[in-house]
Every structure is written in structure tokens, then in C-alpha cells.
């Protein structure tokens, strides 16, 4: 998925092989992966890069909420993913749609975020492990659910941003 995110070329282990063979580096295109689980990902991360337009979460900010990550990639893999495509960690919340902020300071990029643009370009990111208590809070606190980390994979894998609504977070899935 880094590669996808960075627009590298994702090529089959078929351009190693032919490569090995002709004694030096084969084309890449004849072996670029398509259709990466339905979609076009890795072709339009790379002409993006090369193209040299925005990447698939440019102007995008992400907060992970929930401290139940044990079985998933850590935060610092997870945040890498985001930066690679051109997204914004958050190392605290997004105010709260019941707080009105000038600007908010993210610590770690030194980006400044306006209020307006917080909430329609950021996401709560979160696990399927999230409690009720804490789910029904950031619906409370941001006015929106979080999306489950099903959607940012998705996202980089399609290299577009999906539509939420099949990942927001339901109180039916806590355990």
C-alpha cells in the first residue's frame, strides 16, 4: 500500500523474472498490476505522481481514535500511509463542532487547519474495537461517526477517496 499511496510502480513478480532474463531492467508497464481488487489504484497513483497532481488525501486531515490498535498495523505505519498520500495527521482531536476555534495547530506539521475545512476534510479514523461509549462520544463531540480503517486502506487501493457510508462506525459492531 506504500507504493500505491507514493505512486511507485506496482509491478507482478513477472517483471523480476523477465528482467533477470534480458539482463536488465524490462519495461514496466507490461507488468504493472491492474485491477487491484477491482480497482485501478496502482496505475493512478503513479500517473498522479507523474502527472504531478494532487495525491489521493491532499487536503485531508486524519485523527486515529481508540487505543484498541493491537491487532491492526501501528499508528506510525498507518500515519506513513497517510503521508505518502499527501494527508494530514492530527496528534489531537479535531475541535469540536460545539467549539469555535479560530485555527487549530497540528504540533507534528505545524499545518494549520481552519475550523470550516475540519470537519467537511477530516476523519475520525477508528477500529472495530471502538466501545460504544467512546463511539457515541465523537458522534456527540464532531457531529459524524468515524470510519473504520477498512476505508482509508480502501481509499489508497482505489486512489480515491470512497464514500464513508459503508464504513461508518455503528454502535452494532462493539463487542
Partial sequence: MCGIAAGAWIVSFDWVRDSVRAGGWVHELAYELRDCMQRHGPRLGRLRRV???????????????????????????????????????????????????????????????????????TWIVTTTQLSQNEGKHIIQEWGKPPVLLNWLFDSITAYQLQDTAPYEWDASICQ
Fill in 51 to 121: 502527472e504531478q497532481t494532487n495525491p489521493v488525501f491532499h487536503g485531508c486531515t486524519f485523527f486515529f481514535a481508540g487505543a484498541h490498535w493491537e491487532r491492526h498495523p501501528d499508528r506510525t505505519a498507518i500515519c506513513e500511509l497517510v503521508n505518502l498520500g499527501g494527508g494530514t495527521v492530527l496528534s489531537q482531536p479535531p475541535p469540536s463542532v460545539h467549539v469555535v476555534n479560530d485555527s487549530m495547530m497540528d504540533s507534528e506539521s505545524c499545518s494549520y487547519v481552519q475550523p470550516l475545512d475540519v470537519h467537511h476534510h
